[in-house]
């Protein structure tokens, strides 16, 4: 299993360029098995979950050709509607394959996800959106089964805010018959990136970046070209290594637009953070100031940014709150950033930061995605060597996290 050894305490300087979102990218390729037709994408970053979501969607029989970013999608021989549980165990964002894969054939068989790492995360809005749709849907022997005819256009409220359940829905709603309204729907600029992709597609949707999206049906989507927004999470996290550690650097192709909430944190850290159109600047030096914040929905404080915020208030000084909201079990990073020396208390969904003059290197174990960023940049800032195992993770959502680093001064090596 790979490692990181990372020797802390160098500053950060030049520039790194940001890939394409993940989190726009998993549901864009589902897209692919709307249309009989090719879909050219751009900006598709390399990553493992991207790798495990093309390999779904071939075994399915969509053909996909890749080269670098550039990736080309034809559904026209799509046959298999399965996702199985071998694949969705892996990767969570495989459900964003039933609500294309019923809308255009009427059918799909996807085992459920279960709970992971950072909460139970259930689909059941998912399920509830299909069947105001018309879908009949039995669970048995750990798989929904959906069946339509043909999905009928509905007015849904979801219980809560959803990410992909807003995606699904979307995608279904766009080959039903009639006008569908999703209401309570999620406005983060990966669920709008996907609209404009469906639009282009020849789809009709109303209210893209609002919380309420209206879709009209139509009997057929068409192919489109589409290059993937900037990873507004990549730029978060980078933008906290070079609070953390100190520095100055410029990250390209990517918009401060995509992350106010985080910059005006970073900015109240101590950061001073400039932007143009496609990219934007981080210096600091000296210790941060303490930040708190509560995570929520888009356009407030990411759930996705949580850590690496919090690895850099483990350094401020004094004293901070932070507070998850919509994950019930976020915090598998406390414990490992605990052991390079940080000080932070539980108190139910509140984690209570007591700033530390420095941290120091040790051994520690990445746990989830972002639990694992947030130990690279306690690891960049801290004294002597960290090792970050089981960046399996990592290699999930960040594209060559080691290698942008290191061209930016980073003394951090992968170790196989
Ligand atoms: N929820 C339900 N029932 C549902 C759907 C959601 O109870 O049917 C609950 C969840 O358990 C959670 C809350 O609603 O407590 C919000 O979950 P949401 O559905 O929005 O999350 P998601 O769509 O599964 C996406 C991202 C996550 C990100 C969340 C929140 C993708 C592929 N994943 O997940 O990204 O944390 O939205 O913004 O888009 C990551 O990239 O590291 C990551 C975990």
Redesign the pocket.
């Known amino acids: 299993m790979d490692k990181l050894l990372i020797r802390g305490g160098k500053r950060l300087s030049g520039e790194i360029a940001i890939s394409g979102a ?2 726009a990218a ?2 864009i390729l589902c897209a692919g098995l709307l249309t009989a037709d090719t879909l050219q994408l751009s900006n598709v970053p390399l990553l493992q ?1 991207v790798a495990t979501m093309q390999k779904l969607l071939q075994q399915m029989g969509l053909a996909i050709e890749q080269q670098d970013g550039a990736v080309a999608l034809c559904g026209r021989d799509v046959n298999k509607l399965e996702a199985p549980y071998e694949m969705v165990k892996t990767m ?2 495989s ?2 394959v039933l609500g294309p894969l019923l809308a255009r054939f009427g059918e799909a068989r996807v085992s459920l996800p279960g709970g992971c790492a ?11 959106g299909l069947q105001a749709m018309g879908a009949e849907i039995r669970i048995e022997a750990g798989y929904i089964h959906a069946r339509a005819m043909k999905l009928k256009g509905a007015r849904i409220v ?10 699904n829905l979307l995608m279904a709603a766009t080959l039903a018959d009639g006008e569908t309204v999703l209401d309570n729907a ?1 406005r ?1 600029p ?1 669920v709008t990136d996907l609209a404009n992709l469906l639009v282009a597609m020849g789809a009709q949707i109303d209210g893209i970046g609002s919380d309420r999206l209206t879709v009209v049906g139509v009997p057929a989507l068409h192919g489109a070209s589409h290059s993937v927004i900037a990873d507004r ?1 990549e730029t978060g996290t980078f933008m906290c290594a070079v609070a953390a550690a100190g520095g100055d650097v410029v990250l390209r192709h990517t918009r401060a637009h995509l992350l106010e909430a985080v910059v005006e944190k970073l900015r109240e850290a101590g950061a001073i953070i400039t932007a143009g159109d496609d990219w934007l600047r981080v210096q600091m030096s000296g210790r941060p100031k303490p930040v708190s914040f509560r995570t929520t ?2 356009p407030g404080f ?3 940014m949580q850590a690496q915020v919090m690895a850099l208030d483990c350094l401020a000084d004094g004293t901070s709150r932070v507070t998850e909201t ?3 079990n976020r915090y598998m990073h406390v414990q490992e950033l605990n052991r390079l020396g940080a000080a932070i208390e539980i108190d139910g969904h509140t984690a209570i930061v007591h700033g530390v003059q420095k941290l120091v290197g040790a051994p520690v174990m990445a746990t ?3 639990a694992s960023a947030s130990l690279v940049i306690a690891g960049l800032a801290a004294e002597g060597e960290t090792l970050v195992d089981r960046i399996y993770h990592l290699d999930r ?1 960040y594209d060559r996290i080691e290698a942008k680093l290191s061209a930016v001064g980073a003394d951090i090596e992968r170790i196989r």
């Open positions: 993940k989190n998993l549901p979950d969570r964002a459900i964003l950072i909460g139970s995360r259930p689909v059941d809005q998912h399920i509830k979801t219980d809560m805010i959803t990410v992909t359940g807003t995606e999620a983060e990966e999470i929905e888009y990411p759930t996705d919509i994950f019930e989830d995605l972002r959502g």
